[in-house]
């Protein structure tokens, strides 16, 4: 049966389209943190934040049915649900972040942010990591891709050394703030070198995709300093931690304290309805409106806003934030007793936890790969991340359960003990 | 009340956000071809193409509501859903477009198609018309942005003289297919020339925002003659004229009688549902996915598909394409029999027709847009488009009857009657 989907996605979608696990998995059927195969095989979700509120949340399910029933249209007509759901979400931000526009898909919203730095700042050149991913459009993947674009890299995009946690910049954990701040003052200055000039930064605030290494609160204040006295803005990616994941705030530049210029939703937002946004202040979105004639035929459609608006209600009312500081806080501590020669580090912020696997200096991503493989045989779906693909990544939907985060170690436990080094 | 939903708007959504008519509808219902304001008010919708089989159409509700309760996940793992869809729709294809890629919506769809161009050449430039809009992403908008980007136009990318139905190019409408295709000859050359090369053409097949000027089978010919004598691809964009609306045939470029090499879908293909694909021949696909990594969370999830196959199902049961070609003929003679002094041509394909407002070559746009205000008045919603906002748009969801266009074009009458030029 796999093996015919398998010749069907060949036949049917292309070569080199991803899968996960060595042997891809048919998941039929999702419900909180479970997902289900074509077998009845039972998965504990450790990896999925794309069902923030977890799978098939009745509450979304139903908004989106609803709403489905009654109309669906675009934002050229006026329609309330748009209206009060930019209203609902806009409180949670701060910083005069109070205007949104509604797109798609993260990509959607990382590839109008870039444009929003243009339009403020007059110039075109843009700042990211040598180690991330921002999205699918051709101008956001300008920012993340690892193979180079077909007449090669954009003369106005720079991408500066990634935080790393094992040959962290500078030359130490402590050191690494100010190395990549000066990072990104080096790329600026070449920018405006070449007549570019320096237009944004975009960044994950916690580093994410490469691997959220020694992230902490203040992390970004050297470098947001720097990108100030530059005059660009700074574009801030929280499609990963957004929406509450880090826990103790619901933003990932409120856990680091920083003020963004503009911030971008994506995965998240819609529990898994294609809906993602752009956030950002009264005089960019002034800046933007003016140079750009953006519309979005399907964004901010009246369902989309209906599952957003379910998503978002879901997360205060079963108060998903408050659960997320506290699993996570009591996962952490779990985690954290694991004991295997090969784990250099282990580390999170509410329902964010990586383990690092290295000897020394020396990224163990094989190994790394077999704990996925092994996991997913015992029922636990997990992913990797990090620039050997040596992290293990843990981001489960947000209910995610003290229960859920023993059963989560006690598996792992078993393969470590299993698994020399 | 309306004055209040516009209040929020700015303050939410920023400056020129977009709405219809000089005073913005609040629609708060759809179902089939009708459309409800928050006064209980019912408008005929004869411009909305993304609700393709009728507003909320019970099927198409009923799959969405049905597979969201069940799973919504990525691609990275298996499933039936996107297969079964993706062999369905294919089936409707010739000429080796036989794999997909699915997105969020047209834009993606072709931001993914400019790079399968430039993937398969090794060269970047890129054709486009000069009175265009192919989608809202960078790369995309830099074929039909009325605007120049910050930092300018890239070199890579040429605008085409547009064909025109008051001013054809080459002299005459009979010249015209010839004279656009010594358009792109000389945007070829050019391309050369500066170095980029010639990757591909993105068009319209019935040129649908240029006003479909004097549009008909083997226009394009000439013009597929010179692309493939360059070695450039045809990307052809059928957002507007696909899924049947054209009535003859299921795409417009099987209308015109070409092979393209790259199609993409987007607008009507969920009846709402943000969804759109790329379709390619393998080896384009091949080409793309060996130079990219391309991967759309949201795109092809099992919700997505649903929403998109429940769409096929009712355009073949229902029989929508010969609905299109049956009612849209016939409603093309009434319009073909209003008279005003004004009317300088009445044409269309299907359900897609167009009522050109001209004094000889002075085209009508501030009367065109008296005629859309008055309609909306009387309950018809329509749009414009040309240069000149000239040209009286229909495109009216694809279950449209005969009862419906004879009250079209019966309120059209009395308007007109009433509108001296």
Not at 70 to 94: K, M, P, Q, S, W
Not at 204 to 212: D, R
Not at 358 to 374: L, N, T, Y
Request: contains cysteine; negative net charge; glycine residues 12%.
């Amino acid at each position: 049966m796999t093996n015919d989907l398998i010749a069907r996605r060949a036949r049917l979608l292309g070569p080199n389209v991803p899968t996960f696990y060595e042997e891809p998995v048919q998941i039929v059927r999702g419900e909180g943190v479970w997902l289900w195969d074509a077998e009845g095989r039972r998965y504990l979700d450790c990896y999925n934040n794309v069902a923030h509120v977890g799978h098939c949340h009745p509450k979304v399910v139903e908004a989106i049915s609803a709403q489905a029933a009654v109309l669906n249209t675009h934002t050229r007509y006026l329609h309330e649900g748009i209206l009060d759901y930019a209203e609902r979400l806009l409180g949670h931000f701060g910083h005069d972040l109070s205007q949104i526009i509604m797109v798609c898909t993260g990509s959607e919203a990382n590839d109008v942010a870039l444009r929003m730095a243009q339009a403020v700042t007059g110039k075109t050149g843009l700042i990211a990591t040598d180690n991330t991913y921002h999205g699918n459009t051709t101008a956001v993947a300008h920012l993340s891709t690892r193979r180079p674009p077909i007449g090669g890299y954009p003369g106005h995009v720079r991408r500066v050394p990634a935080p790393d946690s094992l040959v962290p910049l500078g030359g130490s954990l402590a050191a690494q703030p100010q190395a990549f701040a000066d990072g990104v003052a080096r790329a600026i200055a070449e920018l405006e070198e070449a007549g570019h000039g320096f237009a944004g930064l975009m960044l994950c605030p916690i580093f994410a995709n490469e691997g959220t290494p020694g992230i902490a609160p203040g992390f970004l204040d050297p470098t947001v300093d720097v990108v100030r006295r530059a005059g660009g803005l700074i574009l801030c990616d929280e499609v990963q931690p957004g929406f509450g994941r880090v826990g103790s705030h619901w933003w990932g530049h409120e856990f680091l304290g920083f003020a963004p210029d503009v911030v971008t939703l994506g995965k998240p937002m819609g529990n898994g309805h294609p809906v993602g946004a752009v956030v950002a202040r009264p005089d960019v979105m002034a800046a933007f409106r003016g140079a750009f004639g953006y519309f979005n035929t399907f964004g901010g459609n009246p369902v989309s806003c209906a599952a957003a608006m379910a998503t978002l209600r879901v997360i205060e009312e079963e108060g998903l934030v408050e659960n997320a500081r506290d699993v996570g806080g009591y996962a952490l501590g779990l985690l954290r007793q694991l004991r295997h020669p090969l784990i250099a580090d282990v580390r999170g912020f509410g329902l964010f936890f990586g383990i690092e696997f290295a000897q020394g200096a020396q990224p163990a991503g094989d190994f790394c790969g077999r704990v996925v493989e092994v996991a997913k045989a015992r029922g636990i779906l997990l992913g990797r991340v990090g620039r050997a693909q040596h992290i293990l990544k843990m981001r489960p939907p947000m209910p995610f359960s003290r229960g859920n985060a023993e059963q989560l170690v006690e598996t792992l436990d078993a393969i470590l003990r299993e698994m020399p080094a």
